[in-house]
Every structure is written in structure tokens, then in C-alpha cells.
């Protein structure tokens, strides 16, 4: 009987010891939390202060139509007729402008259409360094297609390729 009660003192002894181990975490893991609140409550402040001084440094938002205006406001109050198609070329700046132009002519023959809708159309076929040369052009500065090709030629000339010559038929090798 001594014995049993022996062993159930060692075990309240031992039970005990945990739960004061555990009040140790317990209270280690409170610190810590309120130490992790405090530097996330400052963080927000930060970014709440970053956050008005961007909006304060911000200009107001500038409607999509007053930054496109390289082409003539003529051009831009035209709709575009219903039976346009969608183009699948795409112009980004690195590629040929002759055979953009190109292509881009042969899917023009589908829709036909004026002045206006080649150069709404061409507009549209633009990306990436294209585009941003577009939007940069002085407002109202296109006012025909030809002048806008001519543009386009003059802008991107250095990635035209180049013209084959008779002697570059010297270089074939047949095997």
C-alpha cells in the first residue's frame, strides 16, 4: 500500500512538473504573440502612411481616350462598322513592318473599309514597344493610312529584312 501511494505522489509530482513546464511555453508563446501584434500593427501604420502619400503623389486617372489620341479626333469619334473582323496580327516592335503590313493588308481585302478603319484597325494590332511608340506620337498627328504606314515603315525600318542579292545564291549548298 505504501507503494501505490508512493508511486501516485511521483506521478502528481511528475503531472505537476508539466503543468508548470507548460505554463513556461504558455506564457513564452504569449510574449511572443503580443511582441508579433505590435510589429504588425506597425507595419500597418507604415503602409497606411505609404498608401496616402502615394495617393497624394498620384495624378487623377486620365480617360483611355485622352491618352490615344495620335490619330486625328475625326478618326477617333468614327465607329467602326459592325462587320469588321478581329485581326490576328500582332506588331510588338521586333518583327518586319513590310510583311506586318502586309498581312496585315491581305486581311483588310476580307472587310474592306476606309482610311479610317485601316488606321483604327492597324491601332489595334499593336504591342508591347509598338503601342507605347503609338500612344507617344503628338495627339492628332495620324490623320490618313498612308501617313500612318509611312510612320510605322520609317519607325521600325531596322528590323525590315533584308533584301536578298544575286550573289547570296553563292552561298547555297547542296548535299
Known amino acids: 500500500m505504501i507503494r501505490k501511494h508512493h508511486s501516485q505522489a511521483e506521478t502528481i509530482r511528475a503531472l505537476q512538473a508539466e503543468v508548470a513546464a507548460s505554463r513556461v511555453e504558455i506564457a513564452a508563446s504569449q510574449a511572443d504573440n503580443e511582441e508579433l501584434r505590435r510589429a504588425n500593427e506597425e507595419l500597418r501604420r507604415d503602409l ?3 498608401e496616402e502619400y502615394a495617393v497624394d503623389e498620384r495624378a487623377p486617372p486620365v480617360p483611355l481616350r485622352a491618352r490615344i489620341m495620335s ?6 469619334d468614327t465607329t467602326l462598322p459592325t462587320t469588321s473582323l478581329c485581326l490576328k496580327v500582332t506588331f510588338t516592335g521586333v518583327e518586319d513592318p513590310e510583311a506586318h503590313l502586309t498581312a496585315f493588308h491581305t486581311q483588310m481585302m476580307l472587310t474592306g473599309g476606309s482610311n479610317v478603319v485601316y488606321n483604327k ?5 499593336s504591342a508591347g514597344a509598338a503601342l507605347e511608340w503609338f500612344v507617344s506620337l503628338p495627339d492628332g498627328h495620324i490623320t490618313t493610312f498612308d ?5 510605322f515603315r ?5 528590323n ?3 533584301t536578298r ?11
Open 48 to 50: 497606411q502612411q505609404v
Open 165 to 175: 542579292l544575286s550573289y547570296d545564291v553563292f552561298n547555297i549548298k547542296q548535299y
Open 71 to 76: 490619330l486625328s479626333q475625326a478618326i477617333m
Open 121 to 125: 484597325l492597324l491601332m489595334s494590332t
Open 147 to 151: 501617313q500612318f504606314a509611312t510612320l
Open 154 to 158: 520609317e519607325q521600325y525600318f531596322v
Open 160 to 162: 525590315k529584312d533584308p
